[in-house]
């Protein structure tokens, strides 16, 4: 930390520098906290809009501050999952805060939600106009320490807890192809009302 933040501790931008630093903290623990955390209790009905709205809710200031626009499809609230609403809100915060960390240094950064819906799935695309992960692929950017050369931000433990529990839900996570930056598609099993899933 000492040789993160510099030696003027008075300066502006060390100021700037701490209030990261503290940032990346409470993330790595609030990660961490999914490991400890129980996971017995029963999946419910979860509407999907609910879950994205919550999110892009507690975002909000970090795009903001960032000046991030963002383009969220509309979400029909007839689209259930079966599903544990906060982690199904980890899932979406994770990937939209690998998202906010990858176009900081963009011109006119942009983060894109899409939904694409099947009989029996729902893929939910999370793309931004980042720098990108130069060949990287899924397996390397779930390493815990995985950065990006361009952004230099450690990236791999969210990407990774998002997997696990994308898994746990009986869905997948798989790398689109874009031109610039990069995308993700989540893909989960739609809720069924005959008491499958």
Do not use: C
Not at 15 to 20: E, F, M, T, V
Not at 179 to 195: C, K, S, Y
Request: aromatic share 6%.
């Amino acid at each position: 930390a000492a040789a993160e933040i510099g030696q003027e501790i008075t300066s502006p931008a060390t100021a700037a520098n701490l209030n990261k630093l503290v940032d990346r903290m409470e993330t790595i623990i609030r990660q961490f906290k999914f490991f400890v955390r129980g996971r017995q209790e029963e999946k419910t009905r979860v509407r999907l809009s609910d879950a994205l709205h919550e999110t892009i809710q507690l975002l909000s200031e970090d795009l903001k501050r960032n000046n991030i626009s963002l383009d969220a499809a509309y979400v029909n609230p007839s689209i259930y999952l079966h599903a544990h609403q906060v982690q199904l809100e980890q899932i979406f915060t994770n990937l939209l805060k690998n998202a906010i960390q990858a176009v900081e240094h963009t011109d006119d950064p942009a983060i894109r939600i899409n939904l694409q819906q099947s009989a029996d799935t729902i893929d939910i695309v999370i793309s931004d106009n980042g720098p990108g992960f130069a060949g990287a692929n899924l397996s390397d950017m779930q390493e815990p320490f995985f950065s990006t050369k361009a952004s230099g931000v450690g990236m791999g433990l969210g990407l990774s807890i998002a997997t696990e529990i994308i898994h746990d839900h009986r869905g997948t996570l798989r790398l689109g192809s874009v031109d610039q930056g990069a995308e993700f598609i989540i893909t989960l099993p739609l809720h069924r009302d005959e008491g499958t899933s």
